[in-house]
Structures are given as C-alpha cells and as structure tokens.
C-alpha cells in the first residue's frame, strides 16, 4: 500500500526501547540483570492461594496491602508512595507529570537507554550531558538551567555508584526542578537517597521489585517522596488507568517486602559472587568499573566486545552488548549463582587462550 504521509503526521511514531534478548531455551542468562534466585517464599504460598474467584472483581485502586508495606518498611507515610507496574511503569508516568518544561531535561550520555524514549515519547527536551572517561557523573554539568533531571544510581550500564553527598548536591543545586533518583540497584550498592525525601521537596526515589526483590515477571515498582508530589503523580495515573496493580502483584508484593531476612540473604549472596567475579574478570585481564550493582562492565584491551559477545552466545551464555558510542568494547554482565559465573570463567579461560 501507498504511504500517505498526511496521515503519518497525525500519528505519535517513536523509536522504541529495546529491551535484552528473553530466549525461550535454556541458557546462562546475564543479560537483563535479573535475579539468579527465586522470590522470597511466601510468594510462591501467596500465589497457590489466590481464589480464581477473586479475579472477577478489579482490584484495589489505591495498591492499600502494597503501599501500606512499603511505607512501613521504608519508614514513611503511605501517602509518599507511588506504586506501578515495575518502575518502568512508575518512572514513565514521572515524565509524564514532572517534566513538562520548555528547558532540556538532563540525564547522562551513557545511561538506562529508556529515559531517551520517553522523552521523545512524551516531546520533552531533553540533553545529555556526558559521563567523563571513567564514566563518573560530573555533577556541575547538572547546575545549569534544565526542567528537570533523572540519573540511576548505581548508573546502568557502568554500574557506578555515586555517593549521597553527591547525590545531594545536584538536589540542592535544582531547587525549582523536580529530581528523579532512579534506585533499580540500590540494594547492591551503598546509602538510597530517599533519606534526602524529608530536606528537599523537589526529589523523587524510585524502586522496584525487578532486581534485588526477584520479581522482574511480576512487575512492580515504587516511587518514595513528599505527599505533593505523589499526589500529583496519582492525579496523572488516574487520569490514565485507574488499575495498574492486579490482585497478584499486590499480594506477592506484600509477601517479598513481608520477609527482609530473606531478601538481605539473597542481596549479599549475589555481592559477595560480585566481589568474586570481579578479581575472576581482573585475572583474565579485563578491565572493569567498580560495580556496585548485580551486574559487572567490563572491557577486554584485547579482544572485540561484539566479537566476544557472539561467541559466548553461540556457547549458550547471554550477556549484553551494545553497538553505540563509547561503550561498544564493553559487555555487561549479570552476576548469576556461583554456578553459573563458573561456566562463564570457564568459557573465557578456554576462549581468551586459544
Ligand atoms: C531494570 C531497570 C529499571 C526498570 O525495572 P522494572 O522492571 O520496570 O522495575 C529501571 N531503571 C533502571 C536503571 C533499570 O536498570
């Protein structure tokens, strides 16, 4: 059929993100940066007891079960949270409700590929100011006029993290703005901005159940700040679903944030595999970023990335590769079990010798 270009310029058309590969066989899967462990246990008795019956009606507006958990267990009131379907879902509708400037919005060259698509979704401005050579922030960049600012921290994919005064100071330097703390890794990593949420009205923390929680399948996500602007953020979500959260997620939910001793188990398991996997890298003569997420990036001086990250799959190990400036020589990799790193060392000592 013709195109007819009339009726292209009445359609929102968009680069979508792309997310990583989700091979339907059995692999050793590092790439999208999920969990190598299963949900805390009471999720798998929460979901063999859900009544099918229950399904019948909508579930809860309001997320009251899930919201009411989670502000217990950050020590908040329930109206400074947001929840949402991961926080794909929640950092989506932020955009949506807090960046509605003429000025650009900031956020790194190199970070989580999805800030640029809803930007461009959504016809925000938006500029990135570049990470420097080691791929730290430079956090003057973020003192210039903008309509707002979001970065993760640990930054994905260069696993960095930076420290909270840090943080800190690019909040204080944006009073008029709203800032967007994107925290997906946090749990791996070291102090969550969200003890700023009381000092700053302009800041926002988000969360999600995807890495650290195990839940990436259930999709859930969190955002934690003052009671304006979460209810701002409702307002939008309103206006858009009124049922993001189905009765699953809200009671699975509830059951992983019910069980921190188990969480704070699996979260230093996976560091301490990190640590390992670390000198394991060095020792095969990678370079690597001082990650503290629950994946590593790394660069080998002497052999292509591409090259590299083909071969692994053709061994049926999956880890991440992106062809775009700066980072193309890089792979991220998921920390798995013990088990699974081993075969990944394995793979490298035979391949890297040849
Ligand atoms: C994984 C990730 C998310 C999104 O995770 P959800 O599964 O949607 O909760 C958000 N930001 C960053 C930086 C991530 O790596």
Same mark, same amino acid.
């Given at each position: 059929?013709?195109?007819?270009?009339?009726?292209?310029?009445?359609?929102?058309?968009?680069?979508?993100?792309? =997310?990583? *590969?989700? &091979?339907?066989?059995?692999?050793?899967?590092?790439? /999208?940066? !999920?969990?190598? +462990?299963?949900?805390?246990? #009471?999720?798998?008795?929460?979901?063999?007891?859900?009544?099918?019956?229950?399904?019948?009606?909508?579930?809860?507006?309001?997320?009251?079960?899930?919201?009411?958990?989670?502000?217990?267990?950050?020590?908040?009131?329930?109206?400074?949270?947001?929840?949402?379907?991961?926080?794909?879902?929640?950092?989506?509708?932020?955009?949506?409700?807090?960046?509605?400037?003429?000025?650009?919005?900031?956020?790194?060259?190199?970070?989580?590929?999805?800030?640029?698509?809803?930007?461009?979704?959504?016809?925000? =401005?938006? *500029?990135? &100011?570049?990470?420097?050579?080691?791929?730290?922030? /430079?956090? !003057?960049?973020? +003192?210039?006029?903008?309509? #707002?600012?979001?970065?993760?921290?640990?930054?994905?994919?260069?696993?960095?993290?930076?420290?909270?005064?840090?943080?800190?100071?690019?909040?204080?330097?944006?009073?008029?703005?709203?800032?967007?703390?994107?925290?997906?890794?946090?749990?791996?990593?070291?102090?969550?901005?969200?003890?700023?949420?009381?000092?700053?009205?302009?800041?926002?923390?988000?969360?999600?159940?995807?890495?650290?929680?195990?839940?990436?399948?259930?999709?859930?996500?969190?955002?934690?700040?003052?009671?304006?602007?979460?209810?701002?953020?409702?307002?939008?979500?309103?206006?858009?679903?009124?049922? /993001?959260?189905?009765?699953?997620?809200?009671?699975?939910?509830?059951?992983?944030?019910?069980?921190?001793?188990?969480?704070?188990?699996?979260?230093?398991?996976?560091?301490?595999?990190?640590?390992?996997?670390?000198?394991?890298?060095?020792?095969?003569?990678?370079?690597?970023?001082?990650?503290?997420?629950?994946?590593?990036?790394?660069?080998?001086?002497?052999?292509?990335?591409?090259?590299?990250?083909?071969?692994?799959?053709?061994?049926?190990?999956?880890?991440?590769?992106?062809?775009?400036?700066?980072?193309?020589?890089?792979?991220?990799?998921?920390?798995?079990?013990?088990?699974?790193?081993?075969?990944?060392?394995?793979?490298?000592?035979?391949?890297?010798?040849?």
């Amino acid at each position: 059929m013709k195109q007819n270009l009339n009726l292209l310029k009445n359609i929102r058309t968009v680069e979508p993100y792309v =997310p990583g *590969e989700q &091979p339907q066989t059995k692999v050793i899967k590092l790439n /999208t940066n !999920e969990n190598p +462990y299963p949900p805390a246990p #009471g999720v798998e008795r929460a979901l063999q007891e859900i009544d099918a019956d229950r399904l019948r009606l909508y579930p809860d507006p309001v997320a009251k079960i899930l919201v009411k958990a989670l502000a217990q267990d950050h020590g908040v009131r329930e109206d400074q949270i947001f929840v949402g379907v991961g926080s794909d879902d929640v950092l989506s509708m932020c955009f949506l409700t807090f960046f509605n400037s003429k000025k650009p919005i900031l956020f790194p060259d190199i970070t989580y590929s999805f800030y640029k698509v809803w930007a461009e979704l959504y016809r925000i =401005p938006y *500029e990135c &100011p570049k990470l420097q050579d080691d791929f730290h922030m /430079t956090k !003057e960049d973020y +003192y210039k006029e903008n309509g #707002g600012i979001i970065f993760p921290n640990p930054n994905a994919p260069t696993a960095i993290y930076e420290e909270l005064d840090f943080v800190e100071d690019i909040i204080k330097h944006n009073p008029d703005v709203v800032v967007i703390v994107d925290e997906a890794y946090i749990d791996f990593a070291g102090k969550s901005a969200e003890t700023l949420i009381e000092k700053y009205d302009n800041l926002i923390v988000v969360q999600t159940f995807s890495k650290s929680r195990s839940m990436a399948g259930m999709r859930i996500g969190y955002a934690i700040s003052n009671p304006v602007l979460i209810q701002y953020l409702n307002d939008v979500k309103y206006s858009f679903n009124s049922y /993001t959260m189905n009765q699953a997620s809200l009671v699975c939910g509830v059951e992983a944030v019910k069980d921190r001793a188990y969480f704070e188990k699996i979260t230093a398991r996976i560091v301490e595999t990190r640590e390992w996997a670390k000198v394991e890298l060095k020792n095969l003569g990678f370079e690597i970023t001082d990650s503290k997420a629950n994946f590593i990036f790394a660069m080998h001086p002497e052999y292509d990335a591409g090259e590299l990250f083909e071969a692994m799959k053709e061994n049926h190990i999956y880890v991440r590769h992106w062809n775009s400036e700066r980072i193309a020589q890089y792979l991220r990799i998921t920390i798995g079990t013990k088990e699974e790193m081993k075969v990944l060392f394995s793979f490298l000592n035979g391949y890297l010798k040849r």
